[in-house]
């Protein structure tokens, strides 16, 4: 190979390297694309050339990005063949809290039809997520000079504090008072019981020894009529006995329990109250009865409130491990909820987690105000004591999301238990 040949082929060599490199740097392809435009008020600093994505799969590129009137548009070349649907969500993406920025689509139905090259489509505009950040802080920040200093939120903590106060003392006192009355009773109930139970045993004894002729009785009853006579009288004080053992297992086995919840609600400033009786006639099952929302209709509201007042409660209740299950009517309407301890048998057993769904047909106005989405709510309760628990719940999520601070206060009374005990003697056969 000559001079001239080596010169020509690293000439070659050096074009086709400039070309590739050329053709690369240069973002060319030989793929088809076909273009979009997406219409933002804030791009939240998304580059030129950054990756457009599909349910995560890289489908394009930005083409150029510029202003029209008070709008950022967003040139995008899609690949030939790749189908995006009309209701698709165009919002702007990251890989992590620093990483690099993308457009994300969001895959529509098809239902919605396919969105033809060249159509200008709208873009959400999700706040960016260094000022998501700053104003999460912010709001932090507001929070925690609320709870130090003479804040609304500090007020109502305070008023929540002292009635809680308040109302430990006064339960404190009624169950001090009502609980030897109460022992004196189940000691008794216990005393029969025994004596019932050594009853049985004695019967039973007597029967075996009349059917075998065993004993003076046997020897006595030698003719087998006086024998069965015998045995049926000994068997019918058996049955009675067992009757008796029964009724006051009745008696007994019910427990019942007084239930009083404050809520407060800032927005509305206004306070309500909620009062009813928990009957459990066994373990682990419950009926609820009781009035919600009570307020005196005559005073003045301060704030716009959209509760429905002075309603009913009417539940019926499973407590099946940590959850608590109940169904029934919720606040005048049909509804269903449940109560969680996720950290059952812990140090952290005292937090419970609410959920609640109820209006599932609403459709009306309250107050100036369309309703017609159903009604759920969710919270938290931590038990302070035996008989007192605090919590937070969010109201009706899918409307007006309000909050609600509540207080409450659950404790047994065995005097209504032996009532409804005394009650359900009727149902025994006779």
Known sequence: MNGEMKVGFFVLVGSVLFGTAVFLLGDYSFQKFYPLNVEFSDVAGLPDKATVKLSGVSVGKIKRIYIQDDKVIVQLAIKEGV??????????????????????VDQGSPAAGKLKAGETVKGDDALPLDRAIGK??????????????????????????????EITANVNELVSNSQPHAEMVVQRLDTITAKLDAMLDKTNAIVDKVNNGEGVAGALVSDQKMKADVAEAVSNIKDASVSVKSALGRVSGFRTYLKWDYKNEPLARSSKNDFGVKIYPR??????????????????AKGTDYEVMNTVDAQLGWEVGGFDLYAGIIRGSGGAGARWRPFMNSKWDRIALLAEGTEFTRNRTIKGRDFNK?????GVDLKLNKYVSAGVRLNDLAETKRVNYTTRVLFEDKDIAYLFGFASLGSLKK
């Open 283 to 300: 373990e682990g099952r419950y009926y609820y009865l009781g009035a919600a929302n009570m307020i005196n209709t005559k005073d003045k």
């Open 83 to 104: 189908k995006i649907y009309r209701d698709a969500r165009f919002l702007v993406g990251a890989t992590s809290m620093i990483g690099s920025k993308f457009l994300q």
């Open 374 to 378: 159903p009604r759920y709510d969710v």
């Open 136 to 165: 999460a802080v912010s709001s932090l920040q507001k929070m925690v000079e609320e709870i130090n200093g003479e804040g609304r939120l500090a007020r109502d903590l305070n008023e929540i504090m002292k009635n809680l106060r």
